[in-house]
């Protein structure tokens, strides 16, 4: 297995909601992109969250938009080993410092959790924290079936308090 690296931070002073991923997958990596997968449903949820058509704007343009929506990405592992994509991969993890991040945030409110294992490790690492909402949000992998895209979408939705 590989050693995989994650992304820097796309935030900015104003953000109000952090959305944290767990790791990149290999078509994320591999094009230096969060949420690359064309299978994956995080452009779309948060493009319908925010009232913008984000899957069809380049790459740059969508992490732009979410700035001007006071939304930034990161993911709760820095480093880990992991064969494929799935989170159920991940072995020899290194954790971000979430809570120090959060600390250079001077607008957060929320830091919502993209699936379960970011969800798990994340609220681990913030168990001490109190000062934002914590949010848990199905994944948006398409590798997560447990609920339908519409459902994705209403339990998406409770980010929108935060934005505004």
Sequence with gaps: MTLKSAFLPSV???TRVLILGSLPGERSLAANEYYA???NAFWWLVGEVIGEPLPALPYAQRLARLKARHIGLWDVIATARRHGSL???IRDATH???AGLATTL???RAIAFNGGEAARRGRKQLADVDRY???DLP???A???GLPRDGKLAAWREITPFLL
């Design 143 to 145: 590798a997560y079936a």
């Design 87 to 89: 989170d159920g991969a």
């Design 12 to 14: 900015d002073a104003q």
């Design 139 to 141: 994944s948006s992998s």
């Design 96 to 98: 971000r410092d979430l």
């Design 133 to 135: 909402a914590l949010i």
């Design 37 to 39: 997968h064309p299978t």
């Design 106 to 108: 001077p607008d957060l």
